[in-house]
């Protein structure tokens, strides 16, 4: 159901130009879409025609958000190399397909976790990064924490490296088959303290998980 979920997503920001605010993801490329089968879902439903407005479309979403200059949103994680600024996302030309390396690419897939320091990425592109990388890209850009989603969490988010970082996961069963909750996130006026609250899955018409899905190695 993943074209109903954008036309509502869509609809929001229509109906809500100054509230609504949508960042992209490591799925929304031509590549993931292919895979995962967002391009085979749009095609079935509408055509090859639309498919190719949604590649448009996903190329102008924003990569970040920053919430009240202190909390910094996106969807995978911080960065390979130090020394990256708020200014240089800004400068970032994110009208593209995703390279596999560079800020877009790590604003897109990287992944904390518990060490200090960086790792290759277990998903290939992007990094692992720890604690004191966390700590030392909030100082000095003035945020206090960062808020990113990009894996399923049992219960829908996660706290990492002592508030610095949190996962946010909102779809709950992921794939209709990984039995965790989904989650979201309020954030209210000064007080910037994250509140979480879970939930669980819903009944759906039954559809098949990636029904619509191409494979690895025939995906082009």
Known sequence: FSVETIFTMFAYKLLLPGHFFMSRGNHESDVMNKMYGFEGEVKKKFNPQMSELFTELFNYLPLCHLINRKVFVCH???FKNDGVTLEDIKKTDRVR????????????????????GRAPSKR?????????????????????????SHEVKPEGWEEHHNGRVYTVFSAPNYCDQMGNKGAFITIRGDNIKPRFTSFEEVAHPTVPPMAYASSFFNFM
Do not use: H, K, T
């Open 76 to 78: 995978g994680g911080l």
């Open 97 to 116: 397909q995703p390279p596999d390396d560079g800020i877009m690419c790590d604003l897109l897939w990287s992944d904390p976790y518990p060490l200090d």
């Open 124 to 148: 290939g592109v992007g990094c692992q990064f720890g604690p004191d990388v966390s700590d030392a890209w909030c100082r000095a850009n003035g945020v206090e924490y960062v808020v990113r």
